[in-house]
């Protein structure tokens, strides 16, 4: 074959390749894609960005999100107020640093990074995941919330991510994605391949802090499945979810759960048994073609792929919250809003 030929080939497979679809492990769904390209947008104050988890309260308040200077801030129904901060907020005067030119990642390491959140529903607490400050509390009024967990294991907390609370027993359990990276350098835990990353169960009735598993490839979200039998957490860097199962006869064993499409972020049940992964991008994505790529997918409570959602590509969620009133809220780390669809 001579060489105009084989260029002519390669050229052919090359567009060929950006038509087809990245993964099928997503595909061949019976149900209809949700389209978040028109979605609602909840504006946070102006500078602010990045709300990565999006909780209620036990009322129904809310959304509550943690944004890029350090808070936890709530909407009210009309704007956002400060809901909650951390110790070292106030104490490094972090309210004058917002309005300075440094970029947030450069602010982080003193203000915080409040990541995944969570409420205890009947006492009204809420747990905080944050990246440089370790795992936190606050009480239903807000303010200043109560460091709980810096170590764990004799090992500092570096990048504590995500966070799920056992609504009947109070137990809290979160993840620190790395012991050797933290946030400010997340690319490097998924271009190095770091497998030093751990999960945790935190008793709030003792205090005490037990490692139920490390030596994980970024472990980002967490969730406790429905039945309270088991652990979902976010493989990043490996594109899949792990289960870990609490109870039972494979009780403080992990297992592969599901291979996903994308890199996932935050896993929040669905109210049905099952699971929303956010999908910070596809696995593999070109800046060119068509302006959508899938942005998250609903997981069965076995591991079954059961819906994907699409929208446009400079959208990259990082929690995906459906509420019982068909609602799903969208969290990401990057964008200025909480984007809100409809999953009917």
Same mark, same amino acid.
């Given at each position: ?227 309270? &039998? /088991?652990? @979902?957490?976010?493989?990043? #860097? ?9 109870? $039972? %006869? *494979? ?40 302006? &959508? /790529?899938? @942005?998250?997918?609903?997981? #069965? ?9 699409? $929208? %446009? *590509? ?31």
């Amino acid at each position: 074959m001579g060489s105009t030929a084989k260029l002519l080939l390669l050229a052919i497979s090359v567009v060929a390749l950006l038509f087809l679809p990245c993964t099928n492990a997503a595909r061949d769904l019976k149900t209809k894609p949700i389209d978040a390209g028109k979605a609602q947008q909840l504006e946070l104050p102006e500078s602010l960005f990045g709300p990565e988890s999006v909780a209620f309260d036990g009322h129904g308040g809310g959304p509550y999100v943690g944004v890029s200077d350090g808070r936890v801030l709530r909407w009210d129904g009309t704007g956002w107020k400060t809901f909650a901060y951390s110790p070292s907020y106030r104490k490094n005067n972090c309210a004058a640093m917002s309005s300075s030119e440094l970029p947030s990642v450069a602010t982080e390491s003193s203000c915080g990074r409040p990541l995944g959140l969570r409420f205890h529903r009947a006492s009204g607490y809420l747990y905080i995941a944050d990246a440089y400050m370790g795992l936190m509390r606050v009480g239903p009024n807000g303010g200043e919330a109560k460091v709980l967990v810096k170590e764990a294991g004799g090992a500092p907390l570096t990048f504590t991510n995500g966070v799920d609370v056992d609504q009947v027993t109070g137990e809290v359990y979160f993840t620190d994605s790395s012991m050797t990276y933290t946030r400010a350098q997340n690319r490097m835990v998924t271009v190095t391949g770091d497998s030093t990353g751990r999960i945790m169960k935190y008793d709030p009735w003792t205090n005490q802090v037990t490692v139920l598993q490390s030596g994980l490839q970024y472990p980002n979200g967490i969730s406790i499945s429905a039945d309270r &039998t /088991h652990l @979902i957490v976010a493989l990043t #860097g490996p594109c899949k979810l792990l289960r870990f199962w609490l109870k $039972g %006869p *494979k009780a403080e064993t992990p297992e592969q759960f599901a291979d996903l499409p994308g890199y996932p972020d935050n896993v929040r049940l669905d109210g049905k048994g099952g699971y929303w992964v956010a999908l910070n991008r596809e696995k593999v994505e070109f800046p060119f073609g068509l302006d &959508t /790529h899938v @942005i998250a997918v609903k997981i #069965g409570a076995e591991g079954d792929k059961l819906q994907e959602i699409r $929208g %446009p *590509k400079d959208v990259r969620p990082s929690e995906l919250l459906e509420r019982e009133d068909g609602k799903i809220y969208i969290g990401s780390i990057e964008l200025p809003y909480v984007g809100i669809v409809s999953s009917t």
